[in-house]
């Protein structure tokens, strides 16, 4: 069956995107493969794997591991599940001071901010998709005390917590690992964004964010999975194949602010992932956290999320020149695959 294209335009930040889904096949079988394949051991030359500590600038923060007596293993085995530590190669340091400068028409300011690598596994091929829903939680938790210290720091800084998996994703190592940049700066696209669902809830009194998950919750045929905290949709104006969000059912504006609830983030985020892996062979992806750009923000027009989008397709010249995506595919299409894969 063939389905024609359509203009659909995303009901937040008002960006058309093209659903072409003639242009893309639907995948015709599953790969299950949610164990480690590859050596579980430590990697020569990789600076991420347990027993080479010393080709890491220093350890900021460790989530330790037990074993089943309840005591450490040896170092070189892993005694941490997770790590943050200082990015070796950072685009922001703290050097200098974050003043903004004008000059006639352009503006500068020194690069001012953090950048730190959060190692995400001691094994070196285990990626999140194959991880216990605990390793994935601890995962969480680590994301959770990173923001929070850059946050509090006194530089006021805007953490951005993001994973990148996958070489055409933009990872530069292949062990597991995510990242936190937090500038001194607001990104434009975030306070565009933030900016429009402001006027959104001032013309209809709601959310839209909340508005948009219920309608998600309720028509169902792009919702995934939801638990008792948390809905995986593929958003109806997806901007690429496959993308999913990741949004707490109930109204909270910041990521900081989901004590409680990590355990029911780390099964969905997981099993998405999975079903990801099962159901188009183990794509690269990106995925990021969306949150309020102001800390501890009470904003009742601003919504959380965590937003994966699999890397399916290229930006070629269209897209590029006009900033309006080509998605090959159906969102609801995708949601179907995935519903099946997540069995």
């Not at 390793?135 to 994973?163: C, K, M, N, W």
């Not at 709601?206 to 309720?218: A, I, K, S, V």
């Not at 027009?301 to 937003?307: A, C, G, M, Q, V």
């Not at 010249?317 to 099946?340: C, H, Q, W, Y």
Request: glycine content about 6%; some cysteine.
């Amino acid at each position: 069956m063939s389905y024609p294209s359509e203009f659909r335009q995303d009901a937040i930040t008002k960006q058309w995107v093209v659903c072409a889904p003639g242009r893309s096949d639907r995948p015709k079988q599953f790969e299950d493969d949610t164990s480690v394949k590859e050596t579980d051991g430590p990697v020569e030359g990789c600076p991420f794997c347990p027993g080479h500590e010393h080709m890491l600038p220093e350890v900021l923060f460790e989530n330790a591991s037990v074993r089943g007596d309840g005591a450490p293993p040896p170092r070189d085995e892993g005694s941490w599940l997770t790590r943050s530590v200082p990015n070796k190669y950072p685009a922001l340091t703290t050097n200098g001071e974050p003043d903004l400068y004008s000059c006639q028409m352009f503006n500068w300011q020194s690069g001012f901010g953090r950048q730190e690598v959060i190692i995400a596994t001691p094994r070196h091929h285990e990626a999140v998709s194959q991880m216990s829903v605990e390793h994935v939680e601890a995962l969480i938790g680590t994301y959770q005390s990173r923001y929070h210290t850059l946050r509090t720091d006194g530089d006021e800084l805007i953490p951005f917590i993001f994973h990148n998996h996958g070489a055409s994703a933009g990872a530069s190592l292949p062990h597991p690992h995510s990242q936190i940049i937090a500038p001194s700066i607001e990104p434009a696209m975030v306070v565009e964004e933030e900016r429009r669902a402001e006027a959104q809830y001032h013309e209809t009194g709601e959310c839209p964010y909340c508005e948009m998950l219920n309608e998600e919750r309720t028509s169902g045929t792009r919702l995934i999975r939801e638990n008792n905290a948390y809905a995986a949709f593929v958003p109806y104006a997806a901007r690429s194949p496959y993308e999913v969000w990741i949004m707490p059912t109930t109204h909270e504006p910041e990521f900081g602010r989901i004590n409680g609830t990590e355990g029911a983030l780390a099964s969905i985020l997981r099993d998405t992932l999975r079903a990801l892996r099962r159901a188009l062979g183990g794509p690269d992806y990106n995925f990021f956290v969306r949150t309020a750009l102001a800390y501890e923000s009470e904003a009742a027009h601003l919504h959380w999320s965590l937003r994966i989008r699999p890397r399916m397709s290229i930006d070629a010249g269209f897209e590029i020149g006009t900033g309006m995506k080509i998605n090959p595919s159906l969102p609801e299409r995708d949601a179907d695959v995935l519903r099946e894969a997540m069995t």
